[in-house]
């Protein structure tokens, strides 16, 4: 059975950087699409960068410039690099593999 933990998340000003984490296990994790999903309160669940097993990104426009998404197949992690981030980024941020499993999530909240 996949597992995903996240990690990472917190309380940053307006500006500044998080690095989210994703480890994985329970599985082959270099055959699995992987992504990250967040969901802001009282909205919907939105994609915000996905990577292929070959190495694709697919960004959301609203952060493209400013996250970066990279995985290491040896290590069965997700990074997720976020800069110059702003209040609407608040969200909790979630794992996902393969669009079928998810992590707990983890809360990032932007405010000075």
């Known amino acids: 059975q996949v597992q995903l933990v996240e990690s990472g998340g917190g309380l940053v000003q307006p500006g500044g950087s998080l690095r989210l984490s994703c480890a994985f296990s329970?599985?082959?994790?270099?055959?699995?699409?992987m992504a990250w999903y967040r969901q802001a309160p009282g909205k919907q669940r939105e994609l915000v960068v996905r990577?292929?097993?070959?190495?694709?990104?697919n960004y959301a426009d609203s952060v493209k410039g400013r996250f970066t998404i990279s995985r290491d197949n040896a290590k069965k992690m997700v990074y997720l690099q976020m800069n110059s981030l702003k209040p609407e980024d608040t969200a909790v941020y979630y794992c996902?593999?393969?669009?079928?499993?998810w992590g707990q999530g983890t809360q990032v909240t932007v405010s000075s």
């Open positions: 329970g599985g082959m994790f270099s055959f699995y699409d």
């Open positions: 996902n593999a393969h669009n079928t499993y």
């Open positions: 990577i292929t097993t070959s190495g694709s990104t």
